[in-house]
Structure formats: C-alpha cells, structure tokens
C-alpha cells in the first residue's frame, strides 16, 4: 500500500490524533456514513463523552455547556446539518465560545441524490455568514495539517472554525 | 397553581455552588430576581438550546449539580435534546420546567402543554430516571432535595401560575456572563 492509499483510508484516524492532541473531550454527532470510523474511533476512546443527536443544532448547546464546564468539543456532521444549526449558533458568537465543527460534505462532486444539492451548495456561504472560519480539504493529505490547524485557531481564540470534508475526499456514495 | 418567583426563590434557596441555567425570557428574570449568583449562565436567546448546555456542563462537571430552569415553550422547542440526554443519563443533571402553558414573551399564546402535551411522560419515555409534576408550593422543598441530592436526569413540570412578574433584567452581554461564570467555577474547582 503506498502512503497516499494509507491516508486516503487513515483521514479520520487523522482528525482522531488531534482531538487527542488538543484534548477534544465532548463529541457531538448525528450518525453519518463519511464519519463513521472516525465516530467509532470517538466511542471507543475513553477519553471522550461521545453524544448521539437527535438534530444538529442540539450539538451546539452541548459545545457551550461543554466550555462553560471547562472542556474542549468538537461536532461532526453533514452539510445539511449545518442548516438545523443557524439560529443557535447566535450563542456562540454572543458569548464567544469556541467550536469545532467537522463537515462531511454532500451535494457537490458525484452527488447521487439531488435533494441534497440546495443545503450542499450553500453550507460554506451560510457557515462564513454565521461567523465561522471555514476551511476545505480534498486531500487525504491535507486532513491532519489542516484540522490541526482549526484546532488551535478554535480553541486558542475562542472562534467557531468550520471543516469542509469535500465529497471528492469522502469517496462517491455507494447505492447499490 | 405556583407563584412562579416564589416556586425559584425556594428551589435556589441556600443554592451553595449549583450551577444553574436558565432558559431566555421569564426563567431568566425569575433567576436573577432571586439575586444575582456568578454561577448563573442566563440565557437571552438560543430558545430550545437551554437542556443541551445542561447537558455538556453535567458531563464536564460530574462532580457538580446542574439545573436547568426554563419554560414550558423553551423546553418544547427542544424536545428531541430530553431523548439525548436519556442516552446520556447524566447523574447531576435536574431541568426544571416552569410551565404556564403560555408564550410569555410573545402576547400569552397558549402552547402545547396547555393542550395536555405531557412533558414528564415525555422525559420518562426518554429514560429520565425520575420525573414529577408539582403545583404546590408545599412541595418546593423536595423538588430542592432532588435538585441537589436526587440522581438525574431528573425533570420536574412546575405548574405555575400564568400572571407576570416584574423583570428583573441581569446582564446581557454573553461574554461577560460566561467569563464570569467560568472563572466562578474555575475558582471552586
């Protein structure tokens, strides 16, 4: 196996380390195909209180409650998602807690189902007009260096940073 | 029914270090009438998001109460998060409804529970380990005893009355409520 195929299948192995790295404590999910190894990966580790949502935008109280305790969090979700969460990201921004959001991206490359192409095609606009930094990656290479360095921009500054996971880096869904 | 100033006044009474938040409209003035406490995290928006900040504060802080006091419309609009901490069963968290059956805030439009949507069958279905309704003020004192000694993920419904209150309007500007309560925190930690 060469390196690029040992990252390609590694990536969430990836962001794992750096949520050990920066000690991510709390992870809040709604269940996803792109991030189920690294969702496993999070409840195996003892470390970390993994929380199975209902919605996402319950994942953005659950980071705030999380830092007014004294623990770093981070949310998985896919880009729809992002759409159930807008109203309730004004708690970040008014209270400058930092967030971790890490997005599996749907409607872009090779989408199969349209019906996920109008919340797709507008995620990273919305997340920019809520505030966050946004970040893609469509590299299995680029997973680690680049969610290492929203970890830090987080966490460090107390700023919402938002990782696009690009359809192209997850890999064509499978239907059949 | 409860005076519902006189229902928080009890259940906040010799509150030690609780770590309480409260949910956006009333329960917030209801809070911070009882006087202003540090470890208050008082909610001005982000309706239906109250439990869910219950809930990451009960894990990163196992070792302390958390209550959630909110209202009836607030809890409504986050119903789905009673199911998420059912799967948690966090052991120090209480949330307390102050149920009017109202929308205060927005002109007295009734909501669901003054329908008869029951939110401790609710939170019981959801694997709350224990959930009550109270409506007399006679009863304040164990709804105090649950909230400091009583397990969780506890919800207990407070049938209060639904005539206003005074405000009693505590900060709000978010960053200086939340660095206040941090370093509260940090303080007895």
Same mark, same amino acid.
């Given at each position: 196996?060469?390196?690029?195929?040992?990252?390609?299948?590694?990536?969430?192995?990836?962001?794992?380390?750096?949520?050990?790295?920066?000690?991510?404590?709390?992870?809040?999910?709604?269940?996803?195909?792109?991030?189920?190894?690294?969702?496993?990966?999070?409840?195996?580790?003892?470390?970390?209180?993994?929380?199975?949502?209902?919605?996402?935008?319950?994942?953005?109280?659950?980071?705030?409650?999380?830092?007014?305790?004294?623990?770093?969090?981070?949310?998985?979700?896919?880009?729809?998602?992002?759409?159930?969460?807008?109203?309730?990201?004004?708690?970040?921004?008014?209270?400058?807690?930092?967030?971790?959001?890490?997005?599996?991206?749907?409607?872009?490359?090779?989408?199969?189902?349209?019906?996920?192409?109008?919340?797709?095609?507008?995620?990273?606009?919305?997340?920019?007009?809520?505030?966050?930094?946004?970040?893609?990656?469509?590299?299995?290479?680029?997973?680690?260096?680049t969610v290492g360095g929203g970890c830090d921009m987080a966490f460090n500054g107390n700023l919402p940073v938002a990782i696009l996971l690009s359809q192209r880096l997850i890999?064509?869904?499978?239907?059949? | 029914?409860?005076?519902?100033?006189?229902?928080?006044?009890?259940?906040?009474?010799?509150?030690?270090?609780?770590?309480?938040?409260?949910?956006?409209?009333?329960?917030?003035?209801? =809070? +911070?009438?009882?006087?202003?406490?540090?470890?208050?995290?008082? !909610?001005?928006?982000?309706?239906? #998001? $109250? @439990?869910?900040?219950?809930?990451?504060?009960?894990?990163?802080?196992?070792?302390?109460r958390v209550l959630v006091l909110t209202g009836d419309g607030e809890a409504l609009m986050g119903l789905g998060s009673l199911a998420t901490i059912g799967v948690k069963q966090?052991?120090?968290?209480?949330?307390?409804?102050?149920?009017?059956?109202?929308?205060?805030?927005?002109?007295?439009?009734?909501?669901?529970?003054?329908?008869?949507?029951?939110? =401790? +069958?609710?939170?019981?279905?959801?694997?709350?380990?224990?959930? !009550?309704?109270?409506?007399?003020? #006679? $009863? @304040?004192?164990?709804?105090?005893?649950?909230?400091?000694?009583?397990?969780?993920?506890?919800?207990?419904?407070?049938?209060?009355?639904?005539?206003?209150?005074?405000?009693?309007?505590?900060?709000?500007?978010?960053?200086?409520?939340?660095?206040?309560?941090?370093?509260?925190?940090?303080?007895?930690?």
């Amino acid at each position: 196996m060469d390196d690029r195929t040992k990252s390609a299948l590694h990536w969430p192995d990836a962001i794992h380390a750096q949520f050990r790295r920066v000690g991510i404590r709390q992870v809040g999910y709604v269940p996803d195909a792109g991030h189920s190894r690294l969702i496993e990966l999070c409840v195996g580790d003892p470390n970390i209180h993994d929380v199975v949502l209902t919605t996402e935008q319950e994942g953005v109280g659950l980071v705030a409650g999380a830092a007014l305790g004294g623990q770093r969090a981070a949310l998985l979700m896919q880009s729809s998602g992002i759409g159930n969460c807008i109203n309730m990201f004004s708690l970040l921004k008014n209270c400058g807690f930092p967030c971790l959001i890490l997005i599996t991206m749907r409607g872009e490359f090779a989408e199969f189902n349209p019906w996920q192409v109008p919340m797709g095609s507008i995620t990273e606009a919305s997340l920019k007009l809520c505030g966050f930094l946004t970040c893609r990656v469509d590299e299995p290479n680029d997973v680690e260096d680049t969610v290492g360095g929203g970890c830090d921009m987080a966490f460090n500054g107390n700023l919402p940073v938002a990782i696009l996971l690009s359809q192209r880096l997850i890999g064509r869904k499978q239907w059949n | 029914m409860l005076n519902r100033r006189e229902f928080v006044r009890e259940l906040l009474l010799d509150r030690k270090d609780l770590l309480v938040v409260s949910g956006l409209g009333s329960p917030t003035y209801d =809070v +911070a009438a009882c006087g202003d406490h540090p470890l208050n995290f008082y !909610l001005w928006g982000a309706m239906g #998001g $109250a @439990a869910m900040i219950g809930l990451g504060l009960a894990l990163a802080q196992p070792g302390r109460r958390v209550l959630v006091l909110t209202g009836d419309g607030e809890a409504l609009m986050g119903l789905g998060s009673l199911a998420t901490i059912g799967v948690k069963q966090p052991g120090n968290l209480v949330i307390v409804v102050l149920d009017n059956q109202h929308y205060g805030e927005t002109g007295m439009q009734p909501s669901h529970t003054r329908a008869g949507v029951d939110l =401790v +069958a609710v939170a019981r279905a959801c694997r709350f380990t224990d959930g !009550l309704y109270v409506s007399e003020i #006679g $009863a @304040a004192g164990r709804v105090r005893d649950l909230v400091h000694n009583g397990g969780g993920p506890i919800l207990v419904q407070a049938r209060i009355a639904s005539d206003d209150a005074p405000r009693v309007l505590p900060n709000r500007d978010g960053h200086a409520i939340k660095l206040r309560f941090m370093e509260a925190l940090s303080a007895i930690c």
